[in-house]
């Protein structure tokens, strides 16, 4: 089992992921959430964020494609785990969650989710500005790799973002703007059923605030990307 030593959890999270670890079955994960400590706007993001992921996870998973979990909120089987090589096939990553995902999945073996997808698990907002984009910043580096599925699908996102932002401008034609509204609408509703699949702590109604901000910081992770591309983690300084 994986978690964290400041973690909150509800009872049964235990036998939740339990009840999913039989014998074929080499990875299961459940939902964690962050339960703000106040009303400000960072931890709004960071609680939104997540509920974000998680919804996008719970969607990939039910869909058949590859994804990810997180790493403070798994069980995993250590039969299946020697059986794939252990470390030595595996290797270090940043994510090791996202490692592990990946390694079983190209081995065939089984993965599951709790069900109900409802947080059994809290976790705390980051404690400011330089901890945030920390964390973020090996997320990416090593959720984003250049063997991950996800890659593709975060690179469509990100021209989604730019070209939404250059529709505010007001210079694209009426039909590729009409397009790209209708996209953004499109990634609300995703949002909104996501969400109410996975029971999420926060309101989908505040997407389009959400989403502004995430403009904002895919800005400055691509400056502090190009002025300092590595990342600490676990007394390690790494780029990948």
Not at 138 to 145: D, F
Not at 201 to 223: G, T
Request: with cysteine; hydrophobic share 50%; glycine share 6%.
């Amino acid at each position: 089992v994986f978690t964290d030593a400041d973690m909150l959890f509800k009872p049964g999270w235990l036998a939740s992921l339990d009840r999913k670890l039989s014998d074929d079955v080499a990875l299961v994960f459940g939902r964690t959430a962050i339960q703000p400590s106040n009303n400000g706007l960072s931890q709004f993001f960071q609680a939104f964020q997540l509920d974000f992921l998680f919804a996008t996870a719970y969607t990939f998973f039910h869909a058949g494609i590859p994804g990810s979990c997180m790493g403070n909120n798994m069980a995993i089987s250590r039969q299946k785990y020697l059986e794939c090589g252990g470390f030595e096939k595996i290797g270090y990553s940043l994510t090791e969650d996202r490692a592990l995902y990946a390694h079983f999945k190209k081995n065939n073996f089984k993965i599951d989710i709790t069900e109900p997808f409802t947080a059994d698990a809290i976790t705390h907002p980051c404690n400011n500005v330089v901890q945030f984009f920390n964390q973020m910043k090996r997320w990416v580096i090593g959720g984003l790799s250049d063997r991950s599925v996800l890659l593709p699908i975060a690179l469509l996102f990100a021209i989604q973002n730019i070209t939404l932002c250059i529709v505010l401008t007001g210079v694209l034609p009426k039909q590729l703007t009409i397009i790209v509204v209708g996209n953004f609408l499109l990634t609300w509703l995703f949002t909104i059923v996501g969400f109410n699949g996975i029971k999420a702590h926060c309101n989908a109604i505040y997407f389009p605030l959400f989403f502004a901000i995430l403009l904002i910081e895919v800005l400055l992770f691509s400056i502090s990307f190009i002025v300092n591309p590595s990342v600490s983690w676990k007394g390690r300084t790494l780029t990948k």
